[in-house]
Structures are given as structure tokens and as C-alpha cells.
């Protein structure tokens, strides 16, 4: 799977894991992806999107007919 939100477009980073020793070492600050289901109506049909928490809670402000004619502005596949 894919470890990119398709509304935010976050993706894993890396940092530096720095204990109280200071000696650093390199990690993976990973999103937190999920599968959705919604229903868009204006296009009657179901999509199945691979977003972040953070873009849950953007699809619950903005309302996901406004999300999915951005995605799909971007080219967005579903």
C-alpha cells in the first residue's frame, strides 16, 4: 500500500531519534494511513480513498464533494 494520503498528500519523513545521550540516529516519522469509503454524490457512485487522519478530519470540514473535485483536478486515480 501506498504510504501517501491522496487529500493531503503526506508522506513518511525522517528525522533523528536523539535519546538523552545525544547520539543521534536516523528514523522514519510514518503517516498514519487509512482506507475510506465515501459517497459522492454529485457523481452517485462509491470511491475508495487512501488518506491520512488529517485528511479525514479536511474531508469533515470541507465535505467530500469539494475533496473529490480537487483530487480529481490533481489527477488523482481511484
Known amino acids: ?3 501517501r494520503c491522496q487529500v493531503t498528500g503526506a508522506r513518511p519523513r525522517t528525522g533523528n531519534s536523539v535519546p538523552h545521550s545525544q547520539h543521534r540516529t536516523k ?3 510514518r503517516v498514519n494511513i487509512q ?3 465515501f459517497y459522492v ?3 452517485r457512485r ?4 487512501t488518506l491520512s487522519a488529517r485528511g479525514q478530519k479536511v474531508v469533515d470540514v470541507r ?3 469539494r475533496v473529490y473535485r480537487e483530487m ?3 489527477g488523482e486515480r481511484f
Open 63 to 65: 465535505g467530500i464533494d
Open 46 to 49: 462509491w470511491i475508495r480513498v
Open 35 to 37: 482506507k475510506k469509503r
Open 27 to 29: 528514523r522514519w516519522f
Open 41 to 43: 454524490p454529485s457523481e
Open 72 to 74: 480529481v483536478a490533481r
Open 1 to 3: 500500500m501506498s504510504q
